[in-house]
């Protein structure tokens, strides 16, 4: 028989058990912790999931729906300064249309005021000459610029050539042509393949403007950064202007008769 332990000396720490862990009983707490995580994150079908889902599935059909039309304005191509561009172009254009109907008005109260006096037929005749050169129903001359713009398709399509358009008309154009065809307020260009048109009349390149107007604001127009001449560069096409004296622009557009509008009399004025 073995003999008994001896009792530790008086005064003396018994020394602590070894800890004896099993494997089994922490992992326990363990799977149970990432059951709760899982439950917690596991998405639950309630009523506000379920009309998130339809709003999202509606937000998609809208934005498909709007860049589908945007595709077929032609406009998916342009960069963002040119879209901002159109739009002040249309502004500014809606904005001169207005100041011209108000110039027109004045001139027809002067009219009415003058009777048939002589002043009153040389202000027509100065009027009837104005209204021709916008209409492009007479030829016109006068300082102003040539600008040519060439290029592949890529660098000079149709949306470059309405660019240049309503630049020049926003740096104060009065009259202008491109190639043999007048430009116009209701003028248009149009891809045909690797032809663009001018109100249906084929062009060819390169397309060379002619415009009546300040040479200096012009030629200084066309320079602007981030307009006509630095977009056709940084698309590899080449852009000249060459201000001069004297230009002639003796294209005609013709004015086709109204099928539908018809003028309104003026009332008298004692009416």
Known sequence: MSEPAAPPPEGSTPSPEPAHSSSGTDAAPLRRSWRRIYLMARPRPTRANFFALVLAALLGFAIATQVSETQQQGLE???QDELVRILDDVTQNG???????????????????????EEAVRAAQERFDTLGILAGTVPARGPGITMTLDGDESAVSATTLIDAMQELRD???????????????????TDEGATIQADGEALT?????TVIGDPQTLSSAMEIPGGITESVRGRGGRVSVTQLDDVSVDALHSVPEPRFAQPVPEPSPSG
């Open 77 to 79: 191509d342009l960069r």
């Open 95 to 117: 904005e001169r249309l207005d100041d011209q109907l108000a110039e027109l008005e004045r001139s027809r109260d002067q009219l009415r005021e003058a009777g048939g006096s």
């Open 171 to 189: 740096a104060g154009a009065e009259a202008m042509q491109v190639d043999d065809v007048r430009l116009v307020a209701g003028s248009y260009f």
């Open 205 to 209: 390149r390169p397309y060379t403007f």
